[in-house]
């Protein structure tokens, strides 16, 4: 429940759609597909395999499974990464915090295409806002963290998730009679090849990590904490099929508003907040349907945030015996600080937020993806590996190690550098 609640998130919700949106619908989403599969799949194996076997976070577990060598290194960056991650993270989960404001202030009512993209403009331009946003939901993450609460958070998302899941269908079949829908089929499912493009590739190899909270270790963490790593393969699959599965959701939720109302499919991070409350507003009781929705986001977001500091949270606590308390709060800043940079530069041209949720996603999280695989490959023997995750066949064996060993780092290095030149 822990890994499935930090694979869904606002990467399904908010950062599936505005990618597909950009780079062209349906051949983005095939990638996507190959990629979580045939890389994100085996990525997700091997940090459950470095955390349950090393037992602890990436970097202490690499240092015990390997204890002679700079391999610990790996774990340190993708803890670092992982902060980078919420330094942005926050700052989205901050804007649907404000949307649950101006759901709860009934301010999509009847709201046309204009209103709406109004909206959002006026809350880029009041940094006070997007501070405050940011603020709370890095004060919320944090006082989870702290309290140790997280596993109330995994009990009630056996509400929620089920909650977003029918509250997304809900705006899918209105969607089916409100028009946009065809369009917005063929736009996902028939994909056009001639629009893959060096940028479609890389941007649907970082989705595919990011989506699945795989890459920078957050995920070893949670392996560490499993008594019983029985069915891990198999609750495996399942996650990476409810992951794909919301992501299709959002993205039939969102792009039928998108052509009903003539808007660009390819307008980027705005894309969800854009067009959600002018399906909201269109609604019958839309506030509190917007009220629902938005806190499912946010709760999602949660789920998702506490894995991006629960990991690094642990090692200061384990390599510099800090206490939880002061752990936690040191953890927490550096995202803040970060997002409050941002928040700060929000308008420069070297347009510093999208850089750094590039380099965050589709650089950092493929190069220390492979470096963990490599290592689960290399570092880590075939019979522990089998053993841990309770594999017979010989065959699926020695292909997963092969893969392991050679294929999967392979590609992810080959086309994350690839893009570059
Ligand atoms: N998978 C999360 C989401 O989709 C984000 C995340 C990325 C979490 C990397 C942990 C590590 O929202």
């Known amino acids: 429940m822990a890994t499935l609640g930090a694979a869904v998130g606002l990467g399904n919700l908010w950062k599936f759609p505005y990618m597909i949106g950009q780079n062209g619908g349906g051949a983005f989403l095939i990638l996507f597909i190959l990629f979580t599969l045939i890389l994100g799949l085996p990525l997700m194996l091997s940090e459950f395999i470095i ?6 976070n990436s970097y202490s577990a690499i240092k015990k499974l390997a204890p002679q060598s700079s391999w610990r290194f790996i774990g340190f960056v993708g803890n670092i990464n992982l902060l980078l991650i919420m330094s ?9 915090l404000i949307y649950l404001g101006h759901a709860t202030l009934n301010h999509f009512d009847a709201l046309a295409a204009e209103s709406s993209h109004t909206l959002f403009v006026q809350m880029m331009s009041s940094p ?3 501070l405050i946003g940011h603020t709370l939901f890095c004060v919320l993450t944090s006082w989870i963290i702290y309290r140790g609460v997280q596993k109330g958070l995994e009990r009630a998302s056996k509400i929620m998730m089920p909650a977003l899941f029918l509250l997304l269908l809900l705006i899918i079949i209105v969607n089916l009679f ?9 736009f996902l499912f028939t994909p056009d090849f001639s629009k893959i493009t060096g940028k479609v590739f890389l941007d649907a190899l970082g989705q595919a990590c990011f989506s699945l909270a795989a890459g920078a270790g957050a995920l070893c963490i949670y392996a560490s904490y499993l008594k019983d790593n029985s069915g891990l393969t198999r609750q495996s699959l399942i996650i990476v099929t409810a992951n794909i599965i919301i992501a299709i959701l959002a993205g039939l939720a969102i792009f039928p508003i998108v052509f009903r109302h003539g808007l660009s499919p390819a307008a980027g991070t705005s894309l969800i907040f854009e067009t959600l409350p002018l399906a909201l507003g269109a609604l019958p009781f839309g506030n509190i349907l917007g009220i629902a929705l938005f806190v ?3 709760f999602a977001a949660l789920t998702s945030s506490i894995s991006l500091i629960e990991s690094p949270v642990a090692f200061l606590e384990k390599e510099l015996s800090l206490s939880r308390r002061r752990s936690t709060v040191m953890v927490t800043s550096i995202p803040w600080v970060l997002g409050v940079i941002y928040i700060l530069l929000w308008n420069h041209p070297l347009g510093v937020f999208d850089k750094v949720i590039h380099l965050a996603t589709n650089i950092l999280l493929p190069l220390t993806g492979a470096s963990l695989v490599f290592f689960v490959g290399w570092k880590i023997g075939q019979t522990k590996i089998a053993n841990f995750l309770q594999l017979r066949s010989r065959l699926l064996i020695k292909l997963l190690t092969y893969g392991l060993k050679v294929i999967v780092p392979l590609t992810l290095i080959l086309i994350s550098i690839m893009n570059q030149f």
């Open 51 to 56: 955390g349950g076997v090393g037992k602890g």
């Open 88 to 96: 942005f993270y926050s700052i989205i989960a901050g804007w649907s």
């Open 128 to 130: 006070i806002l997007m």
């Open 178 to 186: 409100q028009g946009g829908f065809a369009q917005a089929a063929t």
């Open 296 to 298: 499912l986001f946010l």
